[in-house]
């Protein structure tokens, strides 16, 4: 009996002890498990890190030599920039040097360089400086150099002194200045040739009285173009001209017959007696104040005035006119004098 309920007892408590062994079995279980998904977990997660770790340096790895490139591109920049730097050095120097090596042919062309008529040096045939000869078109001026009278622009070339005069041109016939221009002297028995001639070699001459029967020559010295003159019998008046102009004269108009201006009216400004009317027209014109005329002509005596007023007042005086400037015009040519130094 005893021994029965022993192993009974025995049976038991194998039992019970069997029993409480599963709830530790599954804890361990368990407890293997998530150790398990944490190492996968840690694994997974090392590998992930891994990863990106090696992508970033990867793209890292993949700009560099974008940077590179252009470190290399600016370094060759540089290097370019300096040579051409050098280079444009160098041949500054060069240039200069090449330069300086050449002046000497630069000053051999210039004086082995072909003559021109404006090169401002009188060479080929010329009888002045660019001026002159048959190369050259351009004629002399006054007193220039000349052989003939084409090498001058007067077409009067004095081929004793080899200069270029002044153009001569007869004024008047049987006529003489006289008084009207300053005498330089007289010279008797002289062609008109000779009598142009000896106007020329005197200083101040620009005019001559000649006379064709006596030979007689009186030079002179005018200061207006065309010079007075009064009717002397066999003499001509020539005076020297420089070149011919085309100017405006005015117009004289008779204002009245048998009157006179007088001082009250119109300023006198001059007066010559035993005058033409044509030369005292030309005297008054020379007058730069001079615009109106009191004529005699009966005495042939000639009083300048300047006026104020057109038509200028007047008086009834007996054997005068009054003669008056007016605005219109006409166009003439005439010719310049040429003063003598």
Same mark, same amino acid.
């Given at each position: 009996?005893?021994?029965?309920?022993?192993?009974?007892?025995d049976?038991?408590s194998?039992?019970?002890? *069997?029993?409480a062994?599963?709830p530790?079995?599954?804890?361990?279980?368990?407890?293997?498990?998530?150790?398990?998904? +944490?190492?996968?977990? &840690?694994?997974?997660? &090392?590998?992930?890190?891994i =990863?990106?770790?090696?992508?970033?340096?990867?793209? +890292?790895?993949?700009?560099?030599p974008?940077?590179?490139?252009?470190? #290399?591109?600016?370094?060759?920049? !540089?290097?370019?920039?300096?040579i051409?730097?050098?280079?444009?050095? #160098?041949t500054e120097?060069?240039?200069?040097?090449?330069?300086?090596t050449?002046?000497?042919?630069? =000053?051999t062309?210039?004086?082995?360089?072909?003559?021109?008529?404006?090169?401002? &040096?009188k060479?080929?045939?010329? #009888?002045?400086?660019?001026?002159?000869?048959? #190369?050259?078109? !351009?004629?002399?001026?006054l007193?220039?150099?000349?052989?003939?009278? $084409?090498?001058?622009t007067?077409?009067?070339c004095?081929? +004793?002194?080899?200069?270029?005069?002044?153009?001569?041109?007869?004024?008047?016939?049987?006529s003489?200045?006289l008084a009207?221009? $300053?005498?330089?002297?007289?010279?008797?028995s002289?062609?008109?040739s000779?009598? /142009?001639?000896?106007?020329?070699?005197?200083?101040?001459?620009?005019?001559?009285?000649?006379?064709?029967? !006596?030979?007689?020559c009186?030079p002179?010295?005018?200061?207006?173009?065309?010079?007075k003159y009064? =009717?002397?019998s066999?003499?001509e008046?020539?005076?020297?001209?420089?070149?011919?102009?085309?100017?405006?004269?005015?117009?004289?108009?008779?204002?009245?017959?048998?009157?006179l201006?007088?001082?009250?009216?119109?300023?006198?400004?001059?007066?010559?007696?035993?005058?033409?009317w044509?030369?005292?027209?030309?005297a008054?014109?020379?007058?730069? *104040?001079?615009?109106?005329?009191?004529f005699?002509y009966?005495?042939?005596?000639? $009083?300048?005035?300047?006026?104020?007023t057109?038509?200028?007042?007047?008086?009834?005086?007996?054997?005068?006119?009054?003669?008056?400037? $007016?605005?219109?015009?006409?166009?003439?040519?005439?010719? +310049?004098i040429h003063?003598? /130094?």
């Open positions: 009996m005893f021994n029965n309920n022993r192993i009974g007892v049976n038991d194998v039992t019970v002890t *069997s029993n062994t599963q530790k079995k599954l804890c361990e279980y368990l407890k293997r498990n998530v150790m398990c998904i +944490t190492f996968i977990i &840690i694994v997974l997660v &090392i590998i992930i890190t =990863s990106i770790f090696f992508c970033k340096i990867k793209k +890292t790895n993949s700009e560099q974008s940077t590179a490139e252009e470190i #290399t591109i600016e370094t060759t920049e !540089k290097t370019t920039n300096e051409t730097e050098k280079m444009e050095i #160098t120097a060069t240039t200069t040097s090449a330069s300086i050449t002046l000497p042919t630069t =000053s062309t210039t004086t082995t360089s072909l003559p021109t008529c404006t090169d401002g &040096i060479n080929q045939d010329e #009888t002045d400086v660019d001026c002159g000869g048959s #190369t050259c078109t !351009k004629r002399c001026s007193e220039q150099g000349c052989l003939s009278n $084409t090498d001058c007067t077409d009067n004095d081929t +004793t002194a080899k200069k270029c005069r002044g153009a001569w041109v007869k004024i008047a016939s049987d003489a200045m009207y221009c $300053t005498g330089l002297g007289y010279e008797s002289a062609t008109l000779d009598c /142009e001639s000896y106007c020329l070699s005197t200083s101040g001459c620009n005019a001559v009285d000649w006379h064709a029967g !006596k030979s007689g009186t002179r010295q005018c200061s207006y173009y065309p010079p009064a =009717s002397h066999g003499w008046v020539w005076a020297i001209t420089t070149e011919t102009l085309t100017t405006t004269n005015l117009v004289w108009i008779k204002v009245a017959s048998e009157g201006m007088g001082d009250v009216n119109c300023a006198e400004v001059g007066s010559d007696e035993s005058v033409i044509s030369l005292c027209e030309s008054c014109l020379a007058l730069s *104040s001079c615009n109106a005329i009191d005699n009966g005495g042939t005596q000639c $009083t300048y005035r300047h006026c104020t057109y038509p200028p007042n007047y008086r009834s005086a007996s054997g005068w006119d009054v003669w008056a400037i $007016t605005t219109g015009t006409s166009t003439t040519t005439n010719t +310049t003063v003598a /130094e």
